[in-house]
C-alpha cells in the first residue's frame, strides 16, 4: 500500500527529513517513538535483540516503504533501525497524524487496512518459520512471490535471519536445491525453476 493511499491531507507539511550515512543508527530498540517514517531512498535493516539477546531480523525497507507504523500507538520503538546505505527518510510526527486521523475517517480506515495487511504478513512468517525442514522454508518463501522470483534487499545472510535459519544451513541448501534444478540464482536474485509448482516436503531436510 503506497503512504498516499492512507496518510491525511497536510500531514506532509509537519515532516522532517533525515539523512543517514552507511552504518548510521536511526532509532535504537526502546528508544522514544516519534512517529512514522518513509523511506525516500537507500535502505534501512530493522532487527530486534530477543530475551536471548539474539540479533533477529525483522526487515528491510527500501525506498517507497514505511516503518515504525506502531509509534503512533506506542511510547518506545519495539526494534532498532540502522541505514545499510546513504538514506533519505521522511519523518511523520505522531501528533500530527493522530490529529489528521481524527480529521479524515478515511484515512484513518485506510491505514487500518495497513495494518490488517502487517499482521497477515506476519502469520505468514510465523506460519513460515514453523516449517522443520529449510527447503520448505526456501520453497514457501519464494512460492509467495510473483512467479517464484524474489529480488533480495539485502545479502543471503540476511534472508537467513528472515527464514530463521543460520547462514550456513541457508547456503547449503541453496546450493543443493540449485544443483537438482529447482532454483536459479542470479546475483541478487532467486526464481523457482517452475513457477506455481512447490515441490512436497522431502524426509530428513531439517532446518539448522
Known sequence: MDIHDWLPRNSRASTIERRLAAGQVLFNQCDRASGIYEVVSGKVRLTRVDAEGRELLLGIVCAGDTFAEAS??????????????????????????????????????????????????????????????????VRHYLAGAEDGAVVLPGTVKDLAGELGLSHEALYRTLSEMEDEGEIARRKGSIRLAYPGHVALPEEGDAAR
Open 72 to 137: 503512533l500507538f506506542s511510547l518506545i520503538h519495539g526494534f532498532s533501525a540502522v541505514a545499510m546505505s546513504k538514506a533519505v527518510l521522511r519523518l511523520y510526527p505522531k501528533a500530527s497524524l493522530l490529529a489528521g486521523f481524527a480529521r479524515n475517517p478515511q484515512a484513518a480506515q485506510a491505514f487500518a487496512a495497513l495494518l490488517a495487511r502487517q499482521v497477515m504478513d506476519l502469520r505468514t512468517r510465523l506460519e513460515r518459520n514453523n516449517l522443520h525442514s529449510a527447503r520448505d522454508r
